[in-house]
């Protein structure tokens, strides 16, 4: 069920509560949440270890789950970092979308100004996402979801060379799809890019 302005925040600790996981939003400037719903195990009534953060506005809600994605949450003991989700980047099929991979992206470069970036140029972006390593440094690459497909072909072709985002060139191509794995396939075929 898709909940206009949340996000669903996982990886909590027993100690975050409402009160805490607000803070923890507000410390970081994001004083558009409304309330947070820790959700209980209805089984043993103990956390489950993930929320709901719920928003003024959608659009609140990805900016603030571009902004803080995988950045460490104030007062956590030992620290973890945000982990969200906004229902659109949750497994829902019905809407087609098409993603970009985004590459030579320098270590200043983050979620929320990737998603700036694009979405100050392209209005169906749907999530931009930096992939960290599991210390938290960058990896130098990300990928941008889009709805709209007349808009994800023009940002492959004008977004590639992009200056302005990090000290390096944007390279920017289409993202090809993890590997999938079929019987009777011995990894043939494996350049996905050639085709798409």
Known sequence: ??????????????????????????????????????????????????????????????????????????????????????????????????????????????DFALYKTFGSRYNSIKTAKVIYDPNGQSKGFAFVRFYSEEEYKDALTHMNGFKGLGQKPLKVSYAVPKKQHYPGMNHMGGDLQSVL
Not at 5 to 11: E, F, I, T, V
Not at 62 to 89: C, D, E, W, Y
Request: aromatic share 10%; charged share 20%; with cysteine.
């Open 1 to 110: 069920m898709a909940r206009e302005g949340a996000l669903w925040m996982g990886d909590l600790a027993d100690y975050m509560d409402e009160n805490f996981i607000i803070a923890a939003f507000r410390a970081l400037g994001e004083e558009n949440v409304q309330n947070v719903k820790v959700m209980k195990n209805r089984y043993t009534g103990h956390p489950a270890g993930y929320c709901f953060v719920n928003f003024s506005s959608d659009q609140a809600a990805l900016t603030a789950m571009h902004k803080l994605n995988g950045k460490v949450i104030p007062h956590s003991q030992p620290p973890v970092r945000f982990k969200l989700n906004h229902s659109s980047t949750r497994g829902n099929n019905t809407d087609k979308e098409y993603s970009l991979w985004v590459g030579d992206l320098t270590p200043d470069v983050d």
